[in-house]
């Protein structure tokens, strides 16, 4: 097993998470939130160890047997939680990185537990932040990474099967990272259909695109 190929992908998904905060601070800037530089400082100490990891790595073997396939999908599900608890730490709106941790672990399992009471008054950024993680668990974050990973030249195919049961990735497409982004197509089509059906039901928009998140990815 190659522990480079694995802490590649690994700092790549980081990134990916890194810029997911970003988009949450600019919820939190369009709403003059407290939340703003909780997100700017979470998206750093994401995206920089993220980089590093994958310029450390870059020599790594592009293809991915199917036990580091198994090792990399076991792992990012921890390592986006330790770092997608940051932004609720930072905030102040969870203080207790425990509570904050299995606040986002269920939500990028979709698993629909909280820990929140009064989610109400949370700034918007947060609330924002908390549906996000949802959405791309609702899909799945490794079948977001095999979306650009041919950029970075890496192979995808055993992640693919080991984290989507069932059918083989063969009998799906021959082109594993072109169904991937088939399927987030998809997956975003639908939730801007529903965000764009709330809305002229009279939600507001934001309420509108955070139910949206949610309800897509069955969160």
Sequence with gaps: M???????????????????????????????????????VSSLICIIPGLVIAFLTSKAPKNISKREGFVIVSL???VFSLFGSIPYVISGSIPDYTNAFFETMSGFTTTGSSILENIEELPHGILFWRSLTQWLGGMGIIVLSLSF????????MQLFAAEVPGPTPDKISPKIHQTARMLWLIYILFTTLETLLLWAGGMSLFDSVNHSLTTMATG
């Design 76 to 78: 990012v599900w921890l």
């Design 149 to 156: 990973m041919p950029i970075f030249g890496i192979g995808g």
């Design 2 to 40: 190659n522990v480079k190929i694995i802490a590649r992908v690994l700092g790549l998904l980081l990134v990916v998470e890194g810029l997911s905060m970003l988009v949450a601070m600019l919820v939190a800037l369009l709403y003059q939130g407290p939340d703003v530089t909780s997100f700017l």
